[in-house]
């Protein structure tokens, strides 16, 4: 059965090149505090989150992961909807200013399924394939 539904456009949130530069410069520094300070100077810049919850996933402290990934998964949802996204509809990976928010939301599920809340480590990898599987796929490999 066709769905004759037109699907909604595909939302692309807007680059921020200071905030961009400041994460590189955080991942040459390849320390916590780098990371922190960016999180702290550009709070809405969920690429310094989901760098954050990777992080802290990677040391084992996948409470801290999840405290993170949530914090960069509310930020990149407020940013989503003042974007045009309704709820719905593709979040692109091709498009470099979304990977933050769906980098926050992989690293939400898998922090979710380590504290044992595996409900929402389901809906999160859900949430993330409908926004786009090639984020899933691309996250998974690494």
Same mark, same amino acid.
């Given at each position: 059965?066709?769905?004759?539904?037109?699907?909604?456009?595909?939302?692309?949130?807007?680059?921020?090149? &200071?905030?961009?530069?400041?994460?590189?410069?955080?991942?040459?520094?390849?320390?916590? &505090?780098?990371?922190?300070?960016?999180?702290?100077?550009?709070?809405?810049?969920?690429?310094?989150?989901?760098?954050?919850?990777?992080?802290?996933?990677?040391?084992?402290?996948?409470?801290?992961?999840?405290?993170?990934?949530?914090?960069?998964?509310?930020?990149?949802?407020?940013?989503?909807?003042?974007?045009?996204?309704?709820?719905?509809?593709?979040?692109?990976?091709?498009?470099?200013?979304?990977?933050?928010?769906?980098?926050?939301?992989?690293?939400?599920?898998?922090?979710?399924? &380590?504290?044992? &809340?595996?409900?929402?480590?389901?809906?999160?990898?859900?949430?993330?394939?409908?926004?786009?599987?090639?984020?899933?796929?691309?996250?998974?490999?690494?």
């Amino acid at each position: 059965m066709q769905n004759l539904l037109p699907e909604p456009p595909a939302t692309l949130l807007p680059a921020h090149a &200071e905030a961009d530069a400041a994460l590189a410069a955080a991942e040459q520094a390849a320390s916590e &505090e780098a990371y922190a300070e960016v999180a702290a100077r550009f709070p809405t810049h969920s690429a310094a989150w989901a760098a954050l919850g990777s992080r802290a996933l990677a040391a084992g402290q996948a409470v801290t992961a999840y405290a993170y990934a949530r914090t960069g998964y509310h930020r990149g949802l407020d940013q989503l909807r003042r974007n045009g996204w309704k709820g719905h509809g593709p979040v692109p990976w091709s498009h470099q200013p979304n990977r933050g928010f769906l980098r926050c939301l992989y690293v939400l599920s898998r922090a979710a399924g &380590e504290i044992g &809340e595996a409900d929402e480590a389901a809906r999160c990898a859900q949430f993330l394939r409908d926004c786009d599987p090639a984020a899933g796929d691309a996250l998974a490999s690494n």
